[in-house]
């Protein structure tokens, strides 16, 4: 489809293990936002990519936290050794914006529901 | 910092109703974008609008209506004679321009409409 697509919709995992989250922007996209939206505290900020340059990870809660974005197109989320603080369902967007030009609209994807147990 | 308040947590309404949700922002930056974003219960963000800080005229589209007005640093979203469909959580956000180009959102806590038939 032309959206953001996100995968798998729901995962459902044990505390202590390690989860993998994909999102796969539109095409032609060069920009990537990670989000994660909880019950607690609203839609946060997690990580941002942006064409090569090096990412914004300013926003990641732990160092259990990482992402990757291969050839400037896919991203991967991981989170190693899972708590039950970071049930919450993670959001991925991409936009058109280019360093230096007007903020272009994100558009989101239908989100990953992880639930830790 | 910058910071995104909805104030209304929810908001139930009578169809054909109209409506106000209210955001109110902080930031110290001079340029800055402002989005509107809708959340129906399928739960994907779906982007309404974006204003950047340099344009104070009000928007109209359908139904729908913006009033930004950087005196009172207010981005206000009316829905005239609402509809069932128009229930969803609505969040306001806002980017900053800045020299390092992250462009991620600040999202407020979004408030929920109900449109009761």
């Known amino acids: 489809g032309a959206g953001v697509s996100q995968s798998p919709s729901n995962k459902v995992t044990e505390k202590g293990k390690d989860v993998e989250l994909r999102c796969d922007p539109i095409s032609g996209h060069t920009a990537l936002y990670w989000y994660r939206q909880s019950l607690g505290q609203g839609l946060e900020f997690l990580i941002y990519f942006q064409g090569n340059s090096a990412p914004d990870k300013s926003g990641l809660p732990s160092d259990r936290f990482s992402a990757e974005r291969t050839g400037g197109s896919v991203s991967t989320l991981t989170i190693q050794r899972t708590q039950q603080e970071d049930s919450a369902v993670y959001l991925c967007?991409?936009?058109?914006?280019?360093?230096?030009?007007?903020?272009?609209?994100?558009?989101f994807g239908d989100g990953t529901r992880l639930s830790i147990l | 910092a910058q910071k995104v308040t909805q104030a209304q947590t929810e908001i139930s309404v009578v169809e054909k109703e109209d409506v106000t949700l209210d955001c109110v922002y902080e930031t110290r930056d001079t340029t800055y974008y402002l989005f509107w974003y809708k959340q129906p219960p399928s739960g994907e963000l779906v982007f309404l609008i974006r204003?950047?800080?340099?344009?104070?005229q009000n928007e109209i589209s359908g139904r729908y209506s913006w009033n930004f007005q950087k005196s009172t640093s207010s981005f206000n979203f009316t829905i005239t004679a609402s509809q069932v469909v128009d229930s969803a959580v609505y969040f306001c956000a806002l980017s900053e321009a800045r020299d390092t180009g992250r462009r991620a959102l600040t999202f407020g806590s979004g408030t929920r409409l109900q449109v009761q038939p």
């Open positions: 204003r950047n800080s340099f344009d104070e």
């Open positions: 967007a991409s936009s058109l914006n280019r360093p230096g030009g007007f903020d272009q609209p994100q558009h």
